[in-house]
């Protein structure tokens, strides 16, 4: 998927080394990096995402000094953190006109309740963690929808490596229930 911008949630990027590559593992130079934090707490010295490639751009309310590292945005407070509008309102004054939300999932699940998620990749893997607690999708204090978030699969591909890919658009309960 080829966007303008990636928004990363601080807590998937303490988790691993992700590095926000593109399509064929590629940096794009004009791509946007982001990440969005509450804590300010990012693990700067050890990870690639602020060693290799353009610095990425830091949403926080803290406005701490990062020095070449990445460019520090002030961001004002959601209902459910840091206001992710807010965060792609900015991304979009920067140049980009798409932004991939890539998790984790109290960042998706900000993202989801404050209404500016339109489509939702999804990948299943052939494997389970059986883990309590383990990652999942949207992770926040209630439910999105009435209980549900509605979507309508617009594709789906398997893999020969059995995973599945999948996209949704997002809408509301019953919103496509009319439509052929």
Known sequence: MKTDASLLGAGTLRAGNVEMRGIGGIIPEKRIRALITMSGNIPVKDRSL??????????????????????VVSLPEGVH???????????????????????????????????????????????????????????GPRHLGEPFLALRLLECHAADTGEVFLRYEVGQEGEWKNRN
């Open 81 to 139: 953190g840091l206001s992710v509008r807010a965060a792609i309102s900015i991304l979009g004054q920067m140049g980009a006109s798409t932004v991939l939300i890539e998790g984790g999932a109290m960042l998706n699940y900000a993202a989801l309740s404050e209404g500016v998620v339109d489509e939702i990749y999804h990948t299943i893997a052939p494997k389970i963690s059986g883990e309590r607690g383990a990652a999942s999708l949207a992770d």
């Open 50 to 71: 602020f060693h290799t490639g353009p610095p990425p751009v830091v949403f926080t309310r803290l406005g701490k000094v990062l020095g070449s590292k990445a460019d």
